[in-house]
């Protein structure tokens, strides 16, 4: 599985923003999908995930209530859609695929990761 985000930039506190991560294959609707974020300097964390089938979601407690996250499996797609944004929110957005829905606020559970999306949140 390769993955592809798109979507970051420069927004304003209090903004939105909606990140998309394009998956190639065929298998896409078999993974578990994560969100993390990495600011620099700071090690990479985790944001938020969904099932396969797109009926579980989990959030980090300093998203909830204003990330998404949601998935398109005819798309090969997967959004995060990042509301009332803050400065710190602001880092590299990376999209990960697992094959179990599994501990997935855990790096290692990742089988697949892109190449990220840089959101700066200007205040």
């Known amino acids: 599985v390769q993955l592809v985000e798109s979507g970051g930039g420069l927004v304003q506190a209090g903004g939105s923003l909606r990140l998309s991560c394009a998956a190639s294959?065929?298998?896409?609707?078999?993974?578990?999908m994560g969100w993390f974020r990495q600011a620099p300097g700071k090690d990479r964390v985790f944001v938020a995930a969904i099932s396969a089938s797109g009926s579980r979601t989990l959030y980090a407690d300093s998203v909830s209530g204003r990330f998404t996250i949601s998935r398109d499996n005819a798309k090969n797609t997967v959004y995060l859609q990042m509301n009332s944004l803050k400065p710190e929110d602001a880092a590299s957005y990376y999209c990960?695929?697992?094959?179990?829905?599994?501990?997935?606020?855990?790096?290692?559970?990742?089988?697949?990761w892109g190449q990220g999306t840089q959101v700066t949140v200007s205040s």
């Open positions: 990960a695929a697992s094959y179990v829905f599994d501990r997935l606020q855990v790096l290692k559970k990742y089988d697949y």
């Open positions: 294959g065929r298998t896409f609707r078999s993974y578990a």
